[in-house]
């Protein structure tokens, strides 16, 4: 299962970091969020994928799973929405007030 969840987070990555090297503001806020979808995955599967009982005293389970990875990528999910949203709106903001989207346009450099 590793594996797999191994080279699912290899894939989101490449794509993430495919969309950040284009030109279109909207493809890169789009790649740092599937970035950081690639991390929590990375997050998860770091914490090992194992199953077992609640940590919860009182119960007599020998094998216990770790809440820990759960909670950062929790966090992790809130925090990333958060700035999404805020990367979404200063783009539509940038694109009604100087009419683009194009990195090149709005670094000054024209195309010739």
């Known amino acids: 299962m590793e594996t797999s969840m191994s080279i699912l987070i290899g894939v989101l990555f490449t794509i993430g970091t495919y969309l950040i090297l284009t030109k279109s503001l909207l493809r ?20 090992g994928l ?7 005293l009182g119960q007599h389970d020998t094998t216990f799973t770790d ?6 990528i929790l966090t992790a ?4 929405f958060a700035v999404t949203a805020l ?15 194009n990195m090149d346009k709005l670094r000054g450099m024209e195309d010739e």
């Open 28 to 47: 890169i806020i789009l790649g740092t969020s599937i970035i950081s979808h690639g991390v929590n995955l990375l997050i998860l599967t770091m914490g």
């Open 50 to 56: 194992k199953t077992g009982g609640p940590p919860l």
């Open 67 to 72: 809440s820990l990875p759960q909670a950062l």
């Open 77 to 80: 999910i809130v925090i990333n």
């Open 87 to 101: 990367f979404l709106v200063l783009s539509y903001r940038t694109y009604k007030t100087l009419g683009t989207d």
